[in-house]
């Protein structure tokens, strides 16, 4: 136990823990580490990607790494050119579409979406309002609330103790599978607060089932393939924009590697005795994966060890199985790649409909596969992991059990 932890144990008030569970969680939660987030495709310095940053770092404290955790957050996108057109290819005429009426029209108050999804996973329709709730703070330019963390945390903590005693909490989600209308589910999930009145958290977790209401009958006004089409395009065009950017040798991929792997030896030469987590998202966990493998290319410290390697949404397993990459060009066909010694232990987690997120196995046995359902469409799945609660009681599930937190 390093001596900041040790100062910081002697110092901390009390914990108002409810339970012995609720204790470890306060304690757990002095844990230092210093994490690298990795971004994906598709992403460049912007005031939105900025509050969305700070949120996701908001999210992971709050959830997973605790306030004491460092989180580095290179940005690599910028090094890659602007589209010359603007991204015209992309706009498609819309000809020869079928027209759909408008669905019929039902009182605000009145809608089940929600409640729906609740009847079969209460944990589940949790996890689109919240993340309907975040993705409209990041929209707006807004950092979330502390009251919308405080929520946040609890939530989280609820659905790993789901995980762990389901009879001991089934309680507290038996509401949630009561409600019979959608603005009933918001008000029970604002129970769940800590602050149960609390008018503002009512506000927004409302503004957050209206867009969700709104966005399902938008879907059957204006048809699946208009609307999934229409999202995709964009994204799988800059998607292969910047992996083809990547891979080829030449200055940019070399700003890329030297943006990346500033962070990561800043994350290993400042970690003071504390934990060294990477982790990659879409094509970040490409970048991460490449590195790892060959620390001497990559112009890291020979001596690196990070704690826990985790890609979401990532395509490590596509490339090598079409052996794009060149530390296992010589392994005979279909031998599984160790993976990077670099890395203690690796999660790749994929939603199945992520059309970007791909399994590590069999190509890599030392990769643990992890697959996530965000309950979202089409479009969003690729997007959507960081704002889900169960995403990070998961995975802090898991990096307990490993012992990384």
Do not use: C
Not at 16 to 31: D, G, V, Y
Not at 111 to 139: F, Q
Request: aromatic share 8%.
């Amino acid at each position: 136990m390093t001596n900041t932890l040790l100062v910081q144990i002697s110092n901390i008030e009390r914990p108002k823990a409810n339970s012995f569970l609720e204790l470890l969680i306060n304690l757990w939660r002095l844990t230092v580490s210093t994490i690298v987030f990795v971004h994906g495709v598709s992403t460049r310095t912007t005031p939105s990607y900025g509050i969305e940053t700070e949120n996701r770092n908001s999210l992971f404290k709050t959830a997973v790494f605790g306030d004491a955790s460092t989180i580095i957050s290179p940005m690599w996108g910028d090094h890659v050119p602007q589209l010359l057109f603007d991204g015209a290819s992309f706009r498609k005429s819309e000809t020869l579409d079928l027209a759909i009426g408008d669905p019929t029209p039902q009182h605000a108050d009145d809608t089940v979406v929600l409640p729906a999804i609740a009847k079969e996973a209460p944990s589940s329709a949790l996890d689109l309002l919240i993340s309907e709730r975040i993705r409209m703070a990041d929209n707006g330019q807004q950092p979330l609330s502390p009251e919308d963390l405080a929520l946040f945390g609890r939530i989280v903590d609820l659905l790993e103790a789901e995980t762990q005693n389901p009879s001991e909490v089934t309680a507290a989600l038996q509401g949630l599978q009561a409600a019979a209308t959608d603005q009933e589910f918001v008000s029970e999930v604002n129970k769940l607060s800590d602050a149960p009145h609390h008018l503002g958290i009512v506000d927004m977790l409302t503004s957050a089932k209206d867009a969700i209401v709104d966005r399902a009958a938008n879907l059957t006004a204006k048809g699946l393939h208009s609307t999934v089409v229409e999202r995709l395009n964009p994204t799988v065009a800059r998607f292969l924009g910047d992996v083809f950017v990547y891979l080829k040798e030449g200055k940019i991929r070399e700003e890329i590697r030297t943006t990346v792997g500033g962070a990561i030896r800043t994350a290993w030469e400042d970690r003071n005795g504390g934990k060294v987590v990477l982790i990659g998202h879409s094509l970040g966990g490409v970048i991460l994966y490449d590195m790892l493998s060959d620390l001497k290319s990559a112009n890291l410290p020979l001596d690196l060890k990070v704690d826990a390697l985790i890609t979401v949404g990532s395509q490590p397993g596509l490339f090598q199985e079409l052996g794009l990459f060149e530390s296992t060009a010589s392994l005979p066909a279909k031998t599984a790649a160790k993976g990077p010694d670099a890395a203690s232990l690796w999660f790749n987690v994929f939603d199945p409909i992520d059309v970007f997120g791909f399994s590590a196995k069999p190509m890599f046995a030392r990769a643990e596969d992890y697959s996530f359902n965000t309950i979202t469409g089409l479009a969003s799945a690729h997007s959507a992991y960081f704002t889900r609660p169960q995403f990070y009681a998961r995975l802090r599930r898991r990096l307990a059990d490993a012992g990384v937190i």
